[in-house]
């Protein structure tokens, strides 16, 4: 059974740091583009940062850009976020997502097929 298992959330405050990981089992993703998506109070999901399969094309939502960083872990089959100059409007639940089956990175829901449970992340002003 293919899962994805995100962890590293909490309570920042403004101007903080955060690392969430997102470990998958089930089957090896190193074929896979892998991505964050986030869900805040109220609002629809929306594209974070993707990374393609070799991990050599990235690219960011404009409100994370700068910020965060996405990358991936071959040999340990999970990808990280690391978010800095955390903002209370990042406060939301994030989400690890992976296409199945492509190599290319999007910032298309729909084009992903696995998803995880969601790490919830808060920041305090």
């Known amino acids: 059974q293919v899962e994805l298992v995100e962890s590293g959330g909490g309570l920042v405050q403004a101007g903080g740091s955060l690392r969430l990981s997102c470990a998958a089992s089930g089957r090896t993703f190193s074929n896979d583009a892998m991505a964050w998506f986030r869900q805040g109070p109220g609002k629809e999901r929306e594209f974070v940062a993707a990374i393609a399969w070799s991990g050599g094309y990235t690219s960011y939502a404009d409100s994370v850009k700068g910020r965060f960083t996405i990358s991936r872990d071959m040999a340990k089959n999970t990808v990280y976020l690391q978010m800095n100059s955390l903002k209370p409007e990042d406060t939301a639940i994030y989400y690890c997502?992976?296409?199945?089956?492509?190599?290319?990175?999007?910032?298309?829901?729909?084009?992903?097929?696995?998803w995880g449970q969601g790490t919830r992340v808060t920041v305090s002003s």
């Open positions: 997502a992976a296409r199945g089956g492509s190599r290319l990175a999007s910032s298309n829901t729909f084009q992903y097929r696995y």
